[in-house]
């Protein structure tokens, strides 16, 4: 019988799975005929029943009871890992969140593998955690230790933007050396390596892969300096009170600003300390927004709305922004460009950590022939015009950015496992 084995690719914003049979790579549909899920969860009053991806997003936003997680995966390696969290009203540790998640998935990878699939490669970013190599080793073993607990045997990982440029590979007459540019929710990767299609059953491609290097930026973080710069402003953010005309807190925006985060702003402290500061503010008609929001629990609408405002804005240069969950007719105009200004160190900082992997790799910038692109971030034109600055000469492969990366793991779970 042949062997089946898959390849997952569990992302910060949206997730997929593909098998590999004999001469074979498919993707998995994950959600009905998609093949990619958002990594989100709700867990609905009170009985804490699971549901998934756009499902769980749709609960969300039509107002059932219960609690929405997002952005799971830059909980790996952290303290919150060990310290869990309340989940209607429940204490429930992130390793069995994570875990139903990639249950639901491996359920429909069996099932349409027709088959219990035991071997796994699992995508991982070049770094879980910047500049701690100690909280990295641990992220992979959380995640590999899950991986095992829903009912993969075999678990390999294998680097993200590695797995991308397998997923192109195919297509590659001749030699090409390519430079990976994986922008995905949670963290920005790149490798350079050298591509053929004579290469794909290659059991060993570390002679190929001249350099691998990554950042934790990604478009969550675009969301998050989208949000700060141009709509927190317009619900509190940066106001002052009382007579010394002291700053208010700043703590409860940021929570509001990160997907991994928003949950933990509401609280009966968080509640109190907002309503005391409201009766000395100088801007009580914007503050009191920002206690609005922590009384109804709209913080994950506040953010989709920066996601969606960074979503549009990519086709559009203007986009008109409605918060009527907060005010009635409550509406902003953000630009482009005011976009683009308030992600631009965010733009910087990927750029740099490219050019390390190109000095890395020690290859100068003409001599790459393809940029890869892949995840949804590389959508944003900025990030397209900075690539390009980059790499003039290049030609650019942008096809399947929301899959390529599962499909290039079941490249590499096939080459590894059969």
Known sequence: MTSISCGIDFGTSN???????????????????QVTIPSALFFLRPNNEAYFGREAVNMFFERESGR??????????????????????????????????????????????????????????????????AADDRAQEELKAIAQQVGFRHVEFQFEPIAAAFAHEVNIQGEQLAIVVDLGGGTSDFTVIRLSNRYIRKADRTADILASTGVRIGGN????????????????????????????????????????????????????QTRQILHQSHDPGRYARLLRVLEKET???????????????????????????????????????QFEVSIQEEVRKISAAARKCLHDAQVKPEAIDLVILTGGSTEVPVVQAEFKRLFPQAAIADENKLSSVGLGLAYDSRNKFN
């Open 15 to 33: 997730s997929s799975v593909a098998i590999g049979t004999g001469t074979a790579v498919s993707l998995v549909p994950v959600e009905g005929e």
């Open 68 to 133: 929405f997680m997002r952005s799971l995966k830059r909980v790996l390696g952290t303290s919150l890992m060990t310290q869990g969290t309340a989940v209607n009203n429940r204490h429930m540790h992130f390793n069995r969140i994570i875990g139903l998640f990639l249950t639901n998935l491996k359920e429909r990878t069996d099932a349409y593998a027709g088959a219990d699939v035991e071997n796994v490669v699992m995508g991982r970013p070049v770094h879980f955690v910047d500049h701690n190599p």
């Open 221 to 272: 973080d675009f969301d998050k300096e989208l949000s700060l710069s141009l709509i927190m402003p317009e619900i509190g953010y940066r106001t002052t009170y009382g007579e010394k005309n002291i700053e208010v807190p700043l703590h409860p925006f940021h929570q509001l600003a990160e997907w991994s985060k928003v949950n933990f702003i509401y609280t009966p402290k968080a509640l109190m």
């Open 299 to 337: 913080g994950h609408a506040l953010l989709a709305a920066a996601e969606r405002a960074k979503i549009v804005l990519t086709a559009q240069v203007e986009h008109q922004a409605l918060f009527d969950f907060i005010e009635d007719d409550f509406v902003l105009t953000i630009g482009r460009n």
